[in-house]
């Protein structure tokens, strides 16, 4: 399992080649690239802040639950901060396991988690100023399932 919080730019066709090789009992891999979007279609950037050390942690027992509910061979999460602009890549999951379904299963625990409890906060910048971004009621609709 490996959790990197980090502000530069992640390569992720390199981070894809090297997840879940190697491993016998490997049966599936899953990955899923999040990108800032412009919903509004005024953004310039959005910067994401974080307390170095607890985000690692709290981002480290959410991937350690996935872990161990889906008996993954593998996690990997990367999420960025910092000034980010539209099309940019935010973060990185990738799961490896023996079975598919458990791989996206735990692909999309993790997504959900991630943007519901990980401890980032997001202030989006555009043409018409600048606001916090809100936390969303289908983000915690979504946590319902697991």
Known sequence: MRVRVQTEPF???AECAGFGQGGRDVGAVVTFL????DDSGNLARMEIE???GM???AIATIAEDAQARWQLADV?????????EPGEAIMM???AARH???AFEAAEFLMDYLKSRAPFWKKEIGADGAGWVAAKDDD???LKRW
């Open 55 to 57: 985000t690692e942690k």
């Open 50 to 52: 974080h307390y170095p």
């Open 93 to 95: 999951v990738a799961t």
């Open 76 to 84: 990997l999460v990367i999420h960025r901060h910092g000034a980010l």
């Open 11 to 13: 390569d992720y066709g």
């Open 140 to 142: 915690e609709v979504a």
């Open 100 to 102: 598919r379904v458990a």
């Open 34 to 37: 999040g990108v800032v979007r």
